[in-house]
């Protein structure tokens, strides 16, 4: 079986028709919240510990 590239796939209704053919349930939103309303950029509080955003920067290999 071979995949498409998800560049390939331009627009939310494309992805979800993708996903419907190779038999992949996945649910998302169709419309991306803009900036502090996003989900990620919200706290996450774990105990006493909260973190500011909820995004993770990876170093690159080799660091």
Do not use: H, K
Not at 6 to 20: E, H, K
Not at 23 to 50: C, H, K, N, R, W
């Amino acid at each position: 079986m071979s995949y498409r590239r998800i560049a390939q796939l331009r627009t939310a209704v494309a992805f979800g028709d993708y996903l419907n053919q190779i038999g992949i349930e996945l649910p998302f939103d169709e419309e991306m919240a803009p900036g502090g309303q996003s989900p990620l950029a919200q706290p996450y509080v774990l105990g006493d510990f909260t973190i500011g955003n909820r995004f993770c920067v990876q170093p690159m290999e080799g660091w």
